[in-house]
C-alpha cells in the first residue's frame, strides 16, 4: 500500500522558514515522480514543486523560484520541501503527491495517483 506522510507544518511569520517533509512507502521510490501541490482556502489545488527520481530534475511553480527547494533522501525515502523567505500567499494545506515515472507535471493535480494526508502551514503578517 502506498503511503505518504507530511510532516514539518505550522505557523511562521512572513519572512520566515519552514521545512515539510513527506516519507513515503509501498512502492519502488525511484520509479516515482514525488512533489507538493498546496490548496487554500476558496482556491483550487496547485503543483508547488516536484522531483523527478529518476535522474533529480526538479521543477517549481514560479512564484516559489528561489525561495523552495525540493530535495530527496534515498536511503529514508524522504522528500523535503526548504520554504524560505514565506509570504502570507503561501498559506495552505500542502499536500505531497506521488505518481509513477518520470514527469513532473504541476498543472494538473489529477496527474497524481497519491496524496498524503495535508499538513496546514500559516504565514502571519
Known amino acids: 500500500e502506498v503511503q505518504l506522510v507530511e510532516s514539518g507544518g505550522g505557523l511562521v511569520q512572513a519572512g520566515g522558514s519552514l521545512r515539510l517533509s513527506c516519507a513515503a512507502s509501498g512502492f519502488t521510490f525511484d520509479d516515482y515522480a514525488i512533489g507538493w501541490f498546496r490548496q487554500a482556502p476558496g482556491k483550487a489545488r496547485e503543483g508547488v514543486s516536484c522531483i523527478s527520481r529518476s535522474d533529480g530534475s526538479t521543477y517549481y511553480k514560479d512564484s516559489v523560484k528561489g525561495r523552495f527547494t525540493i530535495s530527496s533522501d534515498n536511503a529514508k525515502n524522504t522528500v523535503s520541501l526548504e520554504m524560505n523567505s514565506l509570504k502570507t500567499e503561501d498559506a495552505a494545506v500542502y499536500y505531497c503527491?506521488?505518481?509513477?515515472?518520470?514527469?513532473?507535471?504541476?498543472?494538473?493535480?489529477?496527474?497524481?495517483?497519491?496524496w498524503g494526508q495535508g499538513t496546514q502551514v500559516t504565514v502571519s503578517s
Open positions: 503527491v506521488a505518481r509513477e515515472g518520470i514527469w513532473c507535471p504541476l498543472r494538473d493535480p489529477a496527474e497524481y495517483s497519491y
